[in-house]
């Protein structure tokens, strides 16, 4: 019923920048609330970012003030904007999505539908 695709991923120094894209197939006539994770080996899922059908976002501390988070409805698309990269940022990203549009959340939980991911790696 739905399918997430990620993509962008890849090796950037400490300091750089990358753009992950998350395709999303089926059922996008409406806003759900959408949002990005990430997963190191034997660490916890952790909530990035997130966005709802109202536009409101949601930054972890960690990441406040360097990453972004954004879609385009039109082409069934959410983005996430990293820059200034650190190698603690390094992790396999994951976008999600949930079937209601509110409230934001950035709890994996909240979210049934889970792209594959796509490894990001920064090296110091």
């Known amino acids: 019923q739905v399918q997430l695709v990620e993509s962008g991923g890849g090796s950037v120094q400490a300091g750089g920048s990358l753009r992950l894209s998350c395709a999303e197939f089926g059922y996008t006539n409406s806003r759900y609330r959408m949002g990005w994770f990430r997963q190191t080996p034997g660490k916890e899922r952790e909530g990035v970012a997130g966005?709802?059908?109202?536009?409101?976002?949601s930054y972890a501390d960690s990441v406040k003030g360097r990453f972004t988070i954004s879609r385009d409805n039109d082409k069934n698309t959410l983005y996430l904007q990293m820059n200034s990269l650190k190698p603690e940022d390094t992790a396999m990203y994951y976008c999600?999505?949930?079937?209601?549009?509110?409230?934001?959340?950035?709890?994996?939980?909240?979210?049934?539908?889970w792209g594959r991911g796509t490894q990001v790696t920064v090296s110091s």
């Open positions: 966005i709802d059908h109202d536009s409101i976002t």
């Open positions: 999600a999505r949930d079937w209601v549009g509110t409230p934001v959340s950035r709890d994996p939980h909240d979210y049934p539908y």
